[in-house]
Nanobody, 123 residues
Framework: QVQLVESGGGLVQAGGSLRLSCAAS????????MGWFRQAPGKEREFVAV????????YYVGSVKGRFTISRDNAKNTVSLEMNSLTPEDTAVYYC????????????????WGQGTQVTVSS
């Protein structure tokens, strides 16, 4: 089992920045690909970003490329999402995700989910 706890959400003005963190515990976290998803009101959950076990590979949804950066610290069992140039369209609950398979995180069939943290971007 892997437990995931997100933090860092909040209210920010358009154009601002936020940094989300996900603390992982349980099995050897460094064995897992980690990622972020988001779900806006009335919409389905969508993939945002994923990072490989070693951090050597990342992949982003097109709408956040160049604005968001995913990173991980395996020594601290954490994964972060640095979000810049935020727009109201980024408003959503953001979820941390983990799976042994990188591709499973991309398509959302990963085994583990966090509870989510709210990000609200005001115009």
């Amino acid at each position: 089992q892997v437990q995931l706890v997100e933090s860092g959400g909040g209210l920010v003005q358009a154009g601002g920045s936020l940094r989300l963190s996900c603390a992982a515990s349980g099995r050897t976290v460094s064995s897992y690909a980690m990622g972020w998803f988001r779900q806006a009101p009335g919409k389905e959950r969508e993939f945002v970003a994923v990072i490989s076990r070693t951090g050597g590979s990342t992949y982003y949804v097109g709408s956040v490329k160049g604005r968001f950066t995913i990173s991980r610290d395996n020594a601290k069992n954490t994964v972060s999402l640095e979000m810049n140039s935020l727009t109201p369209e980024d408003t959503a609950v953001y979820y941390c995700a983990a799976d042994l398979s990188f591709n499973s995180v991309v398509v959302g069939t990963n085994d583990y989910w966090g509870q989510g943290t709210q990000v609200t971007v005001s115009s």
